[in-house]
């Protein structure tokens, strides 16, 4: 007989006793969905003690991250199908337009954002279309599961159905998390579960704005004098010999600052606060208040949430949730689980819509909107808005509240850092991103800014209008090291592994590197985590003790740990491409339970990818014994054609003074404003 196992590291493997394999001559294949190797491990061990004949396991993280690319090829035409999927004479687009507002909260939804750091939707459909190839061709006759998630449960169920293979559940539970275990409460009462949570979201938004109007006090000594710019930016704090002057330096756009000061454009702050590990929504808010006090044009976006918008918010996100039901129930099926979907995946597809619209990642779309309306109202002489773009579903919320309440100003949307090709919310269908001046079209930038020639090249494959290259704000310090030579590095080999600001990612950076080098003998290894996410705590609860292993916790900054390291072991971030700058040889873990969204992705001839702990092994072993992907030359062409550095941004310049100049003629000519 042959068995598969398919289990998260949240299975109990004395769950197994429970389950009778009927004959000794058993060969099991085991397909991991966890990158927790020592987990696997346990399994192995635990099904060779019942004598089974053989015990495999499957290179499941290989697997997934192909049915990844798959999914990736068809997704945005998928979500653009279903949203303009017609019931009872309407499009979905249609159904869910604001009344009177002009703009469809379909925007708003995870299911048309995409984005796979706020939902582990599609993710789960690779994985199923992973395990539905293996139990296809593997002439399996049991399925042992030992998944936490019941979406992924029922889908697997499905699949064992379709494909005639009998299914077994292992016992699966939850980690101690007490905030997870309240909203697994509340969910498993269905809509009146998604009800109590939205209610909290919308008490949650209430309080921070209450606390922001206290703490800060009146607008009216915060407004600008002159004509000014609006700058969105998440609020983290500054760097520290600035804050304690009383001078806010953002921390993504620093040069950027100096040349809107050099051009003589003022800055009105407009803060989304992100509160790292450590802080609290107070403490920011005092922050904010020093800056105030010292001048800075500074504001919060929940104090311009007034009582009547946000309990209208909330009738029309009430009235959204009814709606959202009534259409999944009539929505088309064979549109809905159309490819690159599927049919055993409608259980994973059913809670991303109720997620999308009934709890609170839907009626956050509707606040942050009429927020950013308040703003606009609120603040006078605002001649342009510039904004992080991440494709997140609170910037659609700014620039129709900006073309509901000031279209002349123009919003100008700036691509930041890196794109993956695997961050599903950069990416829409041509047909969504064709501007027809109608209420259903996705919420764009008059000007989306892109840093450099690959991300402008890849973000023109969705059919961005008035895409707009511009200089790398946040890199151009490496502008320096590419344009010397790189000095020999006199130490030995070290290997640098830098961390995501995903905890389970982290997690499994942890446990791969663990599991290859438990030991730091041969080479250095440094750990340098996210700011938002530091290595210690992880450390601490995978019961690893530092010291024993002798790897080394990087407290400098990244440039200093770039110039000294050999390898940068990095799954999703900008750091990627940065290492190539210092010469550095890069390698991209992949896991069975993360979606890669490494820059990388799609440029493989620049890196090593490796998707267990024995292809890390021989990979850096590989790389210290001299195999490199590509001399550092090439590495510096590619940084540079990644990312513009003029450090003297000419292009920013062009982009903000023309604008200046459009601004007069419009105050003489009393027109409208001119685009670039």
């Known amino acids: 007989m042959k068995i598969l196992a398919v289990f998260d590291r949240c299975v109990q493997l004395r769950g197994l006793k429970k389950i009778d394999m009927r004959n000794h001559g058993s060969v099991v294949d085991i397909f991991s969905l966890t990158s927790d190797a020592s987990l696997v491990e346990r399994m192995k061990r635990e099904l060779t003690e019942r004598n089974v004949g053989s015990v495999g396991c499957l290179n499941s993280a290989k697997l997934i991250d192909e049915h990844v690319t798959r999914l ?19 499009t979905v687009k249609e159904w869910f337009e604001l009344p009177g507002e002009r703009v469809s909260t379909w925007w708003f939804g995870l299911l048309s954002e995409k984005n796979n750091f706020k939902t582990a939707a599609f993710l789960k459909v690779a994985q199923l279309h992973a395990l539905q190839e293996v139990m296809a061709q593997g002439g399996y006759h049991l399925c042992m599961v030992g998944v936490l998630d019941q979406d992924l449960r029922r889908s697997i169920w499905n699949l064992g159905a379709a494909l005639k293979i009998e299914i077994k559940f292992i016992p699966a539970v939850p980690p101690r998390n007490f905030k997870r275990r309240v909203r697994s409460i509340l969910e498993s009462f269905g809509l009146l579960g998604d009800l109590c949570l939205g209610m909290v979201y919308w008490f949650q938004f209430l309080w921070r704005g209450f606390m922001a109007r206290r703490l800060l006090g009146s607008r009216t000594d915060r407004l600008p004098h002159s004509d000014a710019l609006f700058f969105v930016s998440y609020f983290r704090g500054s760097d520290g010999t600035t804050a304690r002057q009383g001078v806010y330096r953002n921390e993504y756009a620093s040069a950027l600052q100096e040349k809107l000061k050099e ?27 020093h800056f105030a006090r010292n001048g800075e044009k500074l504001f919060v976006l929940e104090e311009f949430l007034t009582f009547k918008d946000a309990v209208r918010s909330l009738a029309l996100w009430l009235q959204q949730v009814f709606l959202s039901t009534y259409l999944y129930g009539h929505l088309d099926r064979s549109c809905l689980l159309s490819e690159p979907i599927g049919a055993a995946a409608e259980p994973v597809i059913k809670s991303l819509w109720n997620e999308s619209f009934r709890i609170y990642s839907g009626l956050d779309g509707i606040l942050n909107y009429f927020s950013f309306r308040g703003a606009f ?41 890196s794109v993956s090709r695997n961050y599903f919310p950069y990416f829409y269908a041509p047909s969504e991103t064709t501007v027809r001046r109608e209420t259903q079209d996705v919420p764009l930038p008059d000007v989306l800014a892109c840093n450099g020639e690959l991300t402008c090249a890849r973000l023109s494959e969705s059919g961005y209008p008035n895409l707009t290259p511009v200089e790398a704000v946040r890199h151009l310090y490496l502008d320096e090291p590419l344009s010397c030579e790189l000095p020999t590095r006199a130490n030995g080999p070290i290997l640098l592994v830098a961390g995501s600001i995903d905890r389970a990612e982290a997690g499994a950076l942890v446990a791969l590197v663990y599991g290859a080098f438990p030991k730091s003998e041969q080479f250095e290894i440094w750990f340098k985590g996210h700011p938002s996410m530091p290595f210690e705590p992880v450390f601490l609860e995978s019961g690893i003790d530092v010291r024993k292993t002798g790897y ?31 010469g550095c040889e890069v390698i991209v873990p992949v896991f069975p339970d993360s979606v ?42 590619f940084t540079r054609r990644y990312w513009d550095l003029d450090r003297k941004m000419p292009k920013w310049e062009n982009l903000l003074r023309r604008y200046r100049i459009d601004q007069v003629d419009h105050v003489k000519s009393k027109r409208h404003y001119s685009y670039v």
């Open 72 to 90: 990736r090829e068809g997704l945005c035409s998928w979500t653009a199908k279903v949203g303009g999927t017609k019931v009872q004479g309407k």
């Open 263 to 289: 051009l003589h454009i003022p800055i009105v702050w407009l803060f989304r606060c992100l509160r790292p590990p450590g802080s609290d929504f107070y403490g920011m808010l005092s922050l904010a208040k």
């Open 377 to 417: 109202r609120g603040v006078p002489r605002i001649t342009d808005c510039l904004y992080f773009a991440e494709m997140h579903a609170w910037e659609k919320a700014l620039n129709a509240a900006k073309k509901k309440e000031k279209p002349e100003i123009r919003t100008i949307g700036f691509q930041h850092s």
């Open 552 to 582: 080394k916790i990087c407290d400098n900054d990244e440039v200093n740990c770039l110039r000294d390291v050999w390898i940068v072991l990095v799954p999703s971030s900008s750091v990627a491409i940065e290492a190539l700058a210092f």
């Open 596 to 637: 890669c969204m490494n820059p990388l992705v799609g440029y493989e001839e620049y890196c090593h990818k490796v998707t267990c702990i024995e292809e890390l092994r021989v990979t850096i072993e590989g790389i210290i014994s001299g195999k490199a992907v590509n001399n550092t030359d090439e590495k510096k062409l």
